[in-house]
C-alpha cells in the first residue's frame, strides 16, 4: 500500500513541499516538455518549477504539438554549438516563450530528436560556469544544471533586475529531506566530494 500523497506536489503527504513554493509572476512564458519517465521521479524539479511560476506549463510525455499562438517568438533552453546566449534576448520589447525539456541529458535529446519542430526553434544558452545546488546527482558536464535551476537562471537574466530564488526553496528542502533520509553517513560516502 502507498503512502498517501499531496494532489498539488506529489510528495507524500508528510514530506509535502506546498508551504514553500511561492506563486511568482513572470513575464516570460515558461513551457516544460518533461519526459514521461521523470513524471514520477521523487526528485521532480519541474513540477516544483511549473506550480511555482503563474506563467508555466508542465507537459508529460514525448512527443508534443506546438501550440504557439504567434504572439510572442519561442526559444529552446537547451546547450548547441547554434545556441546563442541567453543574454541576447534581454531587451526585446515583447515577452518571448521558452521552451525548457526536462529528463536526463539522453531523454532530453531524445524529445528533440522526435519533436523536429522544437529542434528547429533557435537555442539559447545559459552563460558558463553556473554551479548546480543539486548535490545528489553527479552533472553529467560543467555547468549542467537541474530543471529548477535553469528556469530560475533564466528567468533572473530575462526579466533582471528582478531575482526568482524564492523558486529554489523548495528545491533546497527536496534535497535536505533526501539527504536526511539516506543518513548523513550514506550521503557522504555516495555523493559528497572527495
Not at 511561492?22 to 513551457?31: G, M, S, V, Y
Not at 537555442?123 to 549542467?144: C, E, F, I, N
Request: hydrophobic letters at 40%.
Amino acid at each position: 500500500m502507498s503512502r498517501p500523497r499531496c494532489p498539488r506536489c506529489l510528495r507524500p503527504s508528510s514530506l509535502c513541499l506546498c508551504t514553500l513554493i511561492p506563486a511568482l509572476d513572470n513575464r516570460t512564458q515558461i513551457l516544460i516538455l518533461q519526459h514521461s519517465s521523470e513524471a514520477s521521479h521523487a526528485l521532480n524539479t519541474a513540477r516544483l518549477a511549473a506550480l511555482g511560476l503563474r506563467n508555466a506549463e508542465l507537459r508529460v510525455g514525448e512527443c508534443f504539438e506546438d501550440d504557439a499562438d504567434g504572439t510572442r517568438p519561442s526559444y529552446l533552453l537547451f546547450p548547441g554549438e547554434d545556441a546563442v546566449p541567453l543574454g541576447n534576448l534581454v531587451g526585446t520589447a515583447q515577452p518571448v516563450r521558452l521552451i525548457v525539456p526536462d529528463g536526463t541529458w539522453r531523454k532530453a535529446r531524445k524529445i528533440l530528436h522526435v519533436n523536429p519542430w522544437l529542434a528547429a526553434l533557435p537555442r539559447v544558452a545559459l552563460p558558463a560556469g553556473l554551479t548546480s545546488r543539486y548535490r545528489l546527482r553527479k552533472a553529467p558536464m560543467p555547468g549542467a544544471l537541474s530543471t529548477i535551476e535553469a528556469i530560475v537562471a533564466a528567468l533572473d537574466i530575462l526579466e533582471s533586475p528582478r531575482r526568482f530564488d524564492a523558486l529554489l526553496r523548495p528545491f533546497d528542502a527536496l534535497i535536505e529531506g533526501q539527504i536526511d533520509a539516506m543518513g548523513q553517513e550514506v550521503y557522504r560516502r555516495n555523493h559528497a566530494e572527495a
